[in-house]
């Protein structure tokens, strides 16, 4: 996970406006009212169309969550290899559906894009995307010794207040289904991201596709994950 400054968020469209456009365009990224939206968020920058992974690493509902699976921890040099092969499971069962494995160090974020998992504007899942997650959902009740944080995303259209509900709403669409196919509820936390993180420009259509996301970032249990968590 990674934290960008709004200066730092505007730097970077700024430098990439001036290498396409010139100081014209650089100015009407940075100061044009119209495009406050694509500044916003911690994310679209430096790492502009990545997934941003964990979001809840330092609320309590993650702490308890690592704390209650604490008895399952993985020893230090089976971590690596427990990931390495859950994360070769789900590269083979999500090959062709549209999401997206990314592995962040021991962590590893499915993105799922709105467009295969929601209607626009609809927080109810897609009757045909249920047999991607019927294979998320085994592959999650057989690798438990993990934290699972389910993130909802969204673009700006629309009124922040309307976009945070939004999120959460996705992000409990999906977690709900999930717990309903084997994976233990208090493994799994969500949080609802609004239009806060995108990875992608807002101001065009397959930007704004792309920032329509739910996120399911596992997260190993390991003697290190359950210290941090308890010491807050």
């Not at 940075?30 to 994310?43: F, H, I, M, V």
């Not at 964990?54 to 427990?82: E, H």
């Not at 295969?116 to 045909?128: C, E, I, M, R, Y």
């Not at 999650?140 to 700006?156: M, P, R, W």
């Amino acid at each position: 996970m990674f934290r960008i400054n709004k200066s730092g968020i505007v730097a970077f469209v700024a430098t990439g406006a001036l290498a396409l456009s010139g100081c014209a365009a650089m100015e009407d990224v940075a100061t044009n009212p119209d495009k406050e939206k694509t500044r916003k968020g911690a994310g679209y920058g430096a790492a502009a169309g990545a997934v941003i992974g964990l979001l809840t690493g330092g609320n309590d509902k993650f702490q308890a969550a690592m704390i209650g699976a604490a008895a399952g921890a993985l020893a230090g040099g089976a971590v690596g290899y427990y990931m390495d092969k859950q994360e070769a499971k789900l590269r083979e069962q999500m090959a062709g559906t549209g999401v997206d494995v990314v592995r962040q160090g021991d962590n590893i974020t499915l993105d799922m894009p709105g467009g295969v998992t929601f209607a626009f504007d609809s927080s109810d899942l897609n009757s045909q995307f249920y047999p991607v997650l019927d294979k998320v959902s085994a592959t999650l009740a057989e690798y438990d010794k993990t934290v699972i944080e389910v993130a909802g995303h969204t673009d700006s259209v629309g009124s922040d207040t309307y976009n945070q509900q939004l999120s959460e709403r996705r992000a409990n669409s999906v977690a709900t289904y999930l717990s309903g196919h084997g994976v233990d509820r208090t493994r799994m936390v969500t949080i609802g991201a609004g239009e806060g993180h995108p990875v992608s420009s807002n101001d065009t259509d397959s930007g704004r596709a792309q920032n329509r996301r739910v996120e399911i970032t596992i997260v190993p249990v390991t003697q290190e994950n359950v210290e941090k968590a308890k010491q807050g």
